[in-house]
């Protein structure tokens, strides 16, 4: 969901406050991913949660979020090796460095508690740091951090507690990909690796677990860790969901929520077009990334009569 729209010093703007205002309709929005350091940036006018004008930025998102009756989470965000500005890796980083990064995220989570947000959500997919640490084809690290998969799963764990420090584990989730492949990652044992790391979070009590579904042989689909999700905790689902293949998730008892991405870029009012199963707007892809209102603002909602 990364749109880059943000301004100078990645501060969020007006203009992104009037995507976000335009999708409050959502049972919960779950923000861009948002870095959480200068170095931790996936691209160019990506937002942070690391300055004071960039909390405040935010802060005027989540008040006109909140006016429309909407919820929003921020989505903590370090890319690591992934087009990191200075890149920071699972193998350069001392103990001292993680603990500086874990600190790191740990103030992103409470100016994210300043900036007005329902809670935060920790993106560990997609092979960002977090994911860089738990995947054994990335960590090859000898130390506390390396090896073993509770060695591995520990600087995603310990970023999870940070947070839960600021918010409480009932305002924390945490996403990630098993199986995902982007940006080269890769691991000799998904599921003993990823059912480890669920079941850490889930004893952790975080207010959910958000699974971006493989497209791959292996099932690692989240109905397979449907059991490991358990007292409180919520189980999502994403990943190229139609309005059909969701509710047969949700009635079958795999999930407990059902995420949408693109679908929502093209339809501020999806929940609104599911209801009423009405034709969805398609997305242009060509203005995913960077530009202006264009492809951002400018998708129209239902034209309702009373």
């Known amino acids: 969901m990364t749109r880059m729209r943000a301004d100078r010093g990645n501060v969020p703007n007006e203009l992104m406050a009037e995507y976000y205002a335009q999708r409050a309709g959502a049972g919960l929005i779950v923000s861009e991913a948002t870095s959480v350091a200068p170095n931790g940036h996936g691209g160019e006018n990506t937002p942070g949660i690391y300055t004071q004008e960039q909390a405040d930025g935010w802060r005027a998102i989540t008040d006109v979020v909140h006016a429309e009756g909407g919820r929003i ?13 200075s890149p920071v890796t699972t193998q350069n980083l001392t103990v001292e460095g993680i603990r500086q990064v874990i600190a790191e995220y740990r103030e992103g989570a409470r100016l994210a508690l300043e900036a007005g ?11 960002y740091l977090p994911d860089q640490f ?16 509770e060695n591995r799963a520990r600087f995603l764990l310990e970023v999870t507690q940070a947070a839960i420090d600021i918010w409480g584990a009932d305002r924390v989730g945490v996403r990630l990909s098993p199986g995902g492949t982007f940006g080269e990652m890769s691991d000799s044992a998904p599921w003993e690796t990823f059912s480890y790391a669920v079941g850490g979070l889930n004893a952790l009590g975080v207010a959910y677990v958000h699974l971006v579904e ?5 099932d690692l689909s989240a109905a397979r860790f449907r059991s490991l999700v358990t007292g409180d905790t919520k189980l999502i689902t994403a990943g190229g969901y139609t309005r059909d293949s969701a509710n047969r998730v949700i009635s079958g008892g795999h999930a407990d929520l059902v995420a949408f991405g693109r679908l929502f870029i093209s ?10 199963e009405a034709e969805l707007n398609p997305y242009d892809r060509s203005t995913f990334y960077g530009g202006n209102a264009r492809g951002y603002v400018d998708y129209p909602a239902l034209a309702l009569t009373a």
């Open 267 to 276: 339809n501020p009012d999806l929940p609104k077009r599911f209801e009423l």
């Open 73 to 85: 989470f921020l989505q903590l965000w370090h890319v690591g090796r992934q087009f990191a500005v």
């Open 117 to 127: 947000f329902d809670g935060v959500e920790i993106h560990g997919a997609n092979g």
């Open 134 to 149: 738990l995947e054994d084809g990335t960590n090859l690290r000898t130390d506390e951090y390396g090896g073993p998969v």
């Open 214 to 218: 493989p497209r791959g042989r292996i």
